[in-house]
């Protein structure tokens, strides 16, 4: 079974859609993120979720949303999408913050 | 500023060399820190944890020195498999969770 679940594995759309990137994680753990991976292979943190709570927000644009259903469920919903935000998207999770963190298999975002 | 910096490298070594990489961390107040490594296209996979009194797993060894802000990590006997992306990590804003990544050292290990 997979621990950090994410879908779609590819994503390629035009500017100025509205897509969504699902995650899932099956390790009961509390907290959930987001990490964005850019061309120059940086992994920067977008959003960090903890018992369903958004407890970081980083300086990241307001079309881009996360959304948890439950605790296993982090979706990343992007409106309006630009060609900057072409990356490789992780979902991750950690038991807690202070924890060791386990990625999903990223989500090949592709805007063109 | 939450910031952890890394030598990029690239380090290019041949088949057993010992090579170490160095990372500094800003936060004094970072509870836990890591070193994931990473293939090429693939997802960041924890290779340790690094504990204050240090700590070994086989080839690998991580420091940890909180007074200057400065973690390690020392890989002996180096394999071709070895070759990848290593990334040191540290915890800001406490239990709530937020894991902080470096930008990265690749190594590349020489037949």
């Known amino acids: 079974d997979t621990a950090v679940s994410q879908t779609p594995k590819y994503l390629v759309t035009q500017m100025g859609n509205d897509k969504s990137i699902k995650c899932e994680q099956n390790?009961?753990?509390?907290?959930m993120y987001w990490y964005k991976q850019d061309s120059k292979k940086f992994l920067k943190i977008m959003f960090s979720?903890?018992?369903?709570?958004?407890?970081i927000n980083e300086t990241v644009p307001n079309r881009f949303s996360p959304k948890s259903p439950d605790k296993a469920h982090l979706n990343l919903h992007i409106n309006s999408l630009e060609l900057g935000d072409s990356a490789v998207y992780f979902c991750?999770?950690?038991?807690?913050?202070?924890?060791?963190?386990?990625f999903g298999q990223g989500t090949r975002l592709t805007v063109v | 500023r939450k910031e952890v910096e890394q030598d990029p490298g690239p380090f290019n070594v041949p088949e057993g060399a010992t090579v170490a990489f160095n990372c500094t961390y800003s936060?004094?107040?970072?509870?836990?820190f890591f070193w994931y490594r990473q293939d090429c296209r693939k997802e960041p996979k924890l290779l340790m944890s690094?504990?204050?009194s240090g700590n070994e797993d086989g080839r690998f060894t991580a420091q940890l020195n909180r007074a200057s802000q400065y973690i390690s990590l020392l890989i002996r006997d180096s394999k071709l498999s070895d070759s990848a992306t290593y990334l040191c990590?540290?915890?800001?804003?406490?239990?709530?969770?937020?894991?902080?990544f470096g930008k990265g050292t690749k190594l590349s290990v020489k037949p």
């Open positions: 991750a999770s950690s038991l807690q913050g202070v924890t060791e963190a386990f």
């Open positions: 979720y903890n018992n369903k709570e958004l407890i």
């Open positions: 690094v504990y204050s």
């Open positions: 390790l009961g753990h509390d907290t």
């Open positions: 936060n004094s107040a970072s509870q836990s």
């Open positions: 990590v540290a915890n800001y804003g406490g239990s709530q969770g937020n894991l902080i």
